[in-house]
């Protein structure tokens, strides 16, 4: 049963890899003014890389984007919008180092003394090749042309993963890119 709880909780975590989520707001603008939306460009620009250029892919995008902006009181527009909205993805390769722990290491990066070397696992560093994908979403004020907010995530990806997990990953991006969009629900 132990093994079974275990087995349950390691394939959970897989898909809980750390995703670093940031914003940019251009200073003294008021996201919460602007009342409707509509995509920059009809259809995304080719990556040349397959897995990127995938129109499922874009399909899920668009659709989290238009759920989460609806879900906080925009509206998306045939007609002249409010803003525009854009996004890049992006697929590096890079080197991840993992360094061993060292005596108290384990106590200050968890802030707790149960977690000791020996629990948490390895004594030696290694290096591993991984490919990281990220998402950039752009807002523009459609008067200007000009951006007045970004966000980004950036997540290890991995091809292991099912068309489900990739769906649910990107759609979890999205959203979190989006905490920072402010609600029109509750704007004067």
Avoid at 32 to 61: C, M, V
Avoid at 144 to 155: F, H, K, N, Q, S
Wanted: contains cysteine; proline residues 5%.
């Amino acid at each position: 049963m132990i093994r079974a709880v275990v087995l349950i909780v390691a394939v959970v975590c897989t898909g809980c890899a750390p995703m670093k989520v940031d914003w940019q707001r251009t200073p003294g603008v008021n996201l919460a003014k602007y009342r409707t939306f509509a995509w920059w460009s009809e259809f995304q620009p080719p990556t040349g890389i397959a897995r990127l250029d995938n129109p499922a892919l874009h399909a899920i995008i668009r659709d989290e984007m238009a759920r989460q902006l609806s879900r906080r009181g925009y509206r998306l527009t045939d007609a002249q919008p409010d803003i525009f909205l854009s996004y890049t993805v992006d697929l590096q390769r890079n080197v991840v180092a993992t360094l061993p722990l060292l005596d108290g290491d384990a106590e200050r990066a968890w802030g707790e003394d149960r977690f000791s070397r020996e629990k948490l696992g390895s004594e030696s560093a290694y290096v591993k090749d991984v490919e990281q994908g990220t998402l950039v979403i752009e807002i523009i004020d459609a008067a200007a042309l000009t951006p007045v907010w970004r966000g980004y995530a950036t997540a290890v990806v991995s091809l292991k993963d099912n068309a489900r997990v990739r769906e649910w990953r990107v759609r979890t991006a999205v959203d979190r890119i989006c905490w920072d969009v402010p609600s029109r629900l509750f704007a004067r």
